[in-house]
């Protein structure tokens, strides 16, 4: 079966970093996707992992371990535009994205 | 304009009524998707398909049909709606093939159907 986890909610100060874990179980994997979706909008691509490593994209890098089923998302200088739902997905060669359940980061003055 | 639509975008109906959402798309992918959200369950995958002929069950199909019309329209149907479909529904699309990243998806604004 396919299982991805990551916390539900997180806490972190403006101007902070923070980082938001996700494990995976999956057959199949073909990449890691990150996602940032606002309260009540669409889902908008972050970041997408497909070897071992550190992506970097401004404020915001994703990290993939394939031996070990994880990720993370890192967030620097964070901001209060920053608060948001961040979903981590698998995508596999059935061509569907699973996705975890999301972490709800609230950042705080 | 917006790539990828959904109509409507907010709707209230009862128990046992018909209703149908529908997507469109002008990115001129061939894969298409519908979801629904629930709070504290993340997206969860109704149908999707590959191409206009082509159309599969996700993981929650039960009390929800498609019709992929054109290659830029797919709808949803729920034939007697109940309030435990109460969500938000979103369409997504992506492009096969079209190199890293594989299989990136396109969303569209949603679809928040409050059953009574």
């Known amino acids: 079966g396919q299982n991805i986890d990551q916390p539900t909610e997180m806490t972190a100060t403006e101007g902070a970093i923070v980082q938001i874990n996700c494990t995976y179980q999956?057959?199949?994997?073909?990449?890691l996707f990150w996602y940032q979706q606002h309260a009540g909008e669409a889902p908008t691509f972050l970041s997408y992992n497909v070897l071992d490593g550190l992506e970097e994209k401004g404020r915001f890098s994703s990290f993939l371990s394939r031996s070990k089923g994880y990720s993370y998302l890192l967030l620097k200088e964070l901001q209060m535009k920053d608060s948001a739902s961040y979903l981590c997905a698998v995508t596999s060669n059935t061509g569907k994205l699973i996705f975890g359940q999301g972490t709800t980061l609230q950042v705080k003055p | 304009d917006a790539d990828v639509t959904q109509t409507p975008r907010n709707r209230i109906t009862k128990t046992g009524k018909r209703i149908m959402l529908e997507c469109s798309q002008t990115k001129g992918h061939d894969r298409m998707y519908w979801y629904r959200q629930d709070p504290g369950l993340g997206l969860r995958l109704i149908y999707y398909s590959f191409d206009v002929k082509d159309i599969n069950k996700g993981e929650i199909s039960d009390g929800y049909s498609v019709s992929r019309q054109a290659q830029a329209k797919f709808s949803l149907s729920l034939e007697s709606a109940i309030p435990n479909q109460t969500a938000l529904y979103f369409c997504?699309?992506?492009?096969f093939g079209s190199g890293e990243p594989y299989n990136e998806q396109f969303f569209g604004p949603g679809t928040r159907l409050t059953v009574l």
């Open positions: 997504a699309t992506s492009d």
């Open positions: 999956t057959s199949g994997f073909n990449g």
